[in-house]
């Protein structure tokens, strides 16, 4: 087969989050987050595991960096634990926390593996959750102070910055549905913080370039691509509905279009409306470098006038994943060019694209993860057709680095390339390991 080669300068790595993998929950002045409030909640998580442990990348640091490296990985994205490096959210800052991330952002450089730096990925520290969390407008202050805090110790050596990690699933998730931490299930709530996060993000991103530091900074949105069931207008007119409701709820805002008056209207008829006060919306729209891509499957959308939101989910048509989502390898590349074309074809990095593969090791020790190896390629080709149809991708970073503590899932949901004994905590790379190394090595997959 003929080898589909990515422009050149295109960057290769892999992503991780800090809560799935640090482990050190209490160590080192460590301050607690809402996940470690509530994981261990009886019938929070799946299997009852926690992420007190995680993958001990805290202790393991070097060991991972390594691997990385043997990986012949050019590009990390991590995040850093805000209650590692201040343990009540604002306030005191922990210089032993602070010195965990100088060390791993020193290793990756002597390796020669780019950092990038996600600023929150989920775990916002206890203490703000107390005082409200994302639904109290003071949180776009600490973030802001906490997101300069971050520029100032590590803008020297991080030149690439994600605000926030995928708002859509720590709003809606975590404060509609309540399925993930901080387990709130409040439409009300859920209006506030989907406000409160936006304009977080503008803040950071005005406080990076008010820093002096110079960088790239963006956001990164969970996004589905969404197709029609059927060929009927009122399915198309539903399909569009809900991308109003997710893909353009979330990244409308940030590229200056504001939020679809679909949700707007939505929220105002049910007492929730989203407190936007006078200036916000340019706070929330100043200026990023680049639209962080997360993407794992499809969404098979109908119409359902009888539903308040007039969409509806269709059943799964493709074969199902252990997470329970379709394996559908061509959604990255045709969401690619739907939000290219919607936004006016921005810089793309694709910050998340993996595969759940619940493969267990063999006889001889080994982890034929076949599944995740198809899949991995059918994405990457689709995202190859959207960069030669003009969208402007840079990076992709695989989701994930190792097996991991896979939030509400606990241990029961294996996305990494290299496969972690949750009992030795043993790292063993995959057969799609010694596969990605190869794309990197040719810049390209076979076609």
């Not at 590009?75 to 343990?87: C, D, I, L, T």
């Not at 020193?106 to 409200?132: C, F, R, V």
């Not at 929330?284 to 009888?306: E, H």
């Not at 269709?314 to 199902?320: C, S």
């Amino acid at each position: 087969m003929p080898l589909l080669t990515f422009p050149d300068g295109f960057q290769w790595g892999a992503a991780t989050a800090a809560y799935q993998i640090e482990g050190a929950c209490r160590e080192d002045n460590r301050g607690l987050s809402i996940w470690d409030t509530f994981t261990h909640q009886p019938g929070t998580i799946q299997d009852g595991a926690t992420g007190d442990v995680a993958c001990d990348h805290y202790h393991r640091m070097q060991e991972d960096v390594d691997l990385m490296a043997g990986l012949g990985l050019q590009a990390y994205r991590f995040s850093v634990s805000w209650s590692r490096v201040m343990p009540f959210g604002k306030g005191a800052i922990n210089e032993k926390g602070l010195a965990f991330y100088d060390r791993l952002i020193d290793a990756l450089l002597a390796k020669n593996i780019e950092p990038m730096l996600t600023l929150y990925h989920w775990d916002l520290p206890q203490s703000l959750q107390d005082l409200g969390g994302w639904a109290n407008r003071s949180i776009t202050d600490w973030f802001a102070d906490y997101a300069n805090l971050m520029f100032e110790r590590y803008g020297d050596r991080v030149k690439k910055w994600v605000t926030l990690n995928e708002p859509y699933i720590f709003t809606d998730i975590g404060h509609r549905r309540g399925v993930m931490a901080p387990g709130i299930r409040d439409l009300a709530i859920y209006g506030r913080t989907i406000h409160h996060a936006h304009l977080a993000h503008g803040k950071a991103v005005q406080a990076l370039r008010a820093s002096g530091k110079g960088g790239e900074i963006g956001i990164t949105n969970a996004n589905s691509s969404y197709e029609p069931a059927d060929d009927t207008p009122e399915t198309a007119a539903a399909v569009e509905l809900a991308r109003d409701f997710d893909s353009r709820l979330f990244h409308g805002p940030v590229f200056g279009k504001g939020y679809p008056q679909s949700v707007l209207d939505y929220h105002d008829a049910r007492n929730a409306s989203l407190p936007i006060e006078e200036g916000d919306m340019a706070i929330i729209a100043s200026p990023t470098d680049f639209l962080g891509t997360n993407l794992y499957s499809r969404s098979l959308i109908q119409a359902s006038p009888g539903r308040g939101v007039g969409f509806a989910f269709a059943a799964p048509r493709l074969p199902l994943l252990p997470m329970g989502y379709e394996a559908a390898p061509h959604a990255l590349g045709d969401f690619v060019r739907w939000v290219s074309k919607e936004y006016g074809y921005p810089k793309i990095y694709i910050t998340e694209n993996g595969v759940c593969d619940n493969t267990e090791p063999g006889p001889d020790g080994q982890v034929n993860d076949a599944t995740r190896v198809e899949l991995l390629g059918g994405f990457l080709k689709g995202l190859h057709g959207a960069i030669n149809d003009g969208c402007d991708v840079r990076a992709f970073y695989q989701w994930s680095l190792y097996d991991n503590f896979e939030w509400a899932f606990g241990n029961t949901k294996r996305f990494g390339m290299v496969y972690t004994d949750f009992d030795s905590l043993k790292r063993i790379p995959k057969r799609s390991a010694a596969w990605y190394s190869e794309v990197i090595r040719r810049n390209g997959v076979e076609g």
